[in-house]
């Protein structure tokens, strides 16, 4: 079965901190995209990764890939109140499927 | 970037009555476009794949005769939802990718609420 976890679900930091958010999946996938959610609004693409050991940095946020581990992490540095948004990581599998994440609440507090 | 084009962004309709939501690609063709189900506070679900010219597939426990797709063309795909009940409110967002695009690009959703 085609699973993708993520962890954690709601996390809440401080300005100026580092964080990190797992995205496990179950089955070989050829592409994983990490997004952002506004509340009320829909997808931002943030990143895509296609091969193992794929590193991908835009401004604070960083995003890597471990294929051999099935896991994916989205990387924090020194968050501001503007990243607090719902990321969501998903997989995708040859066949066209694409499964999402539950989704990491973030919370940054001044 | 693409642009996928979402409408309408918020529906309020009548239990019973049928709503139809347009998903357009503007600036790419799109092959294969998908459709989502979001409920508050929830992730995705996908609902359905379909590719420009063909059957839709939908996935386990989303009835083809209730929710219907259609992408007659590369740059546009509908969803008719028939006989909506109160059950069926929800945000739903379509996605599109170009042929051997590896990047998939989302609409802006839209909101149902059936009364």
């Known amino acids: 079965e085609l699973k993708v976890e993520q962890n954690p679900l709601f996390l809440s930091m401080q300005e100026g901190k580092n964080y990190t958010i797992y995205c496990n999946y179950s089955?070989?996938?050829?592409?994983l995209y990490w997004y952002r959610q506004d509340p009320g609004k829909s997808l931002e693409s943030l990143f895509v990764?296609?091969?193992?050991?794929a590193v991908k940095q835009e401004g604070r946020l960083m995003a890597s890939l471990d294929t051999k581990a099935r896991l994916s992490t989205l990387h924090i540095t020194a968050a501001v109140h503007d990243l607090s948004a719902t990321y969501f990581c998903?997989?995708?599998?040859?066949?066209?499927?694409?499964?999402f994440g539950a989704g990491t609440r973030l919370t940054v507090k001044p | 970037g693409a642009v996928v084009s979402q409408h309408p962004s918020r529906v309020i309709c009548k239990s019973g009555t049928s709503v139809k939501i347009e998903c357009r690609s503007l600036?790419?063709?799109?092959?294969?476009m998908f459709w989502y189900r979001q409920f508050p506070k929830q992730s995705l679900m996908l609902m359905a794949t379909?590719?420009?010219?063909?059957?839709?597939?939908?996935e386990q426990g989303v009835e083809k005769d209730k929710f219907l797709i259609n992408h007659a063309s590369l740059t546009l795909s509908t969803l008719t939802v028939t006989s909506a009940h109160p059950e069926d409110s929800s945000f739903y967002i379509c996605?599109?990718?170009?042929?051997?695009?590896?990047?998939?690009?989302f609409g802006s959703g839209t909101q149902l609420s059936v009364l």
């Open positions: 996605s599109a990718r170009g042929q051997g695009g590896e990047k998939l690009f």
């Open positions: 600036d790419f063709q799109a092959t294969t």
């Open positions: 089955t070989t996938s050829d592409r």
């Open positions: 998903a997989a995708h599998y040859n066949n066209n499927d694409m499964r």
């Open positions: 379909s590719n420009e010219g063909s059957k839709a597939t939908y």
């Open positions: 990764l296609l091969s193992n050991g």
